[in-house]
């Protein structure tokens, strides 16, 4: 059983005030440990984003997280908002 603020594997996409879509996810092994990754969506590549993202954040922590780290990109009424399906 997991703490009620812990989250679970992630796959989430953002999109930040539509200049560029930021994928999370939490791979199978790799480098990452299991630690949640931030791929940035330019066209038909990714790249991996240089954020260290923390382990446990909730869906809506996550969002506030990302929000604030991208804040310098954000444009007025374009909030950071997600794309993926909210559970």
């Not at 989430?12 to 940035?40: C, E, W």
């Not at 990714?46 to 969002?63: F, K, M, Q, V, Y």
Request: glycine share 10%; hydrophobic share 40%; net charge neutral.
């Amino acid at each position: 059983m997991k703490p009620p603020n812990s989250a679970g594997p992630l796959d989430m996409r953002f999109d930040i005030s539509g200049q560029f879509v930021v994928n999370v996810v939490t791979p199978n092994g790799g480098t990452s440990k299991g630690r949640p990754i931030a791929l940035i969506e330019e066209g038909d590549r990714w790249s991996i984003a240089d954020l260290l993202i923390p382990n446990g954040l909730t869906e809506r922590a996550l969002e506030t997280f990302l929000a604030d780290k991208f804040a310098g990109f954000v444009l007025p009424a374009r909030p950071v908002r997600r794309l993926d399906n909210i559970s």
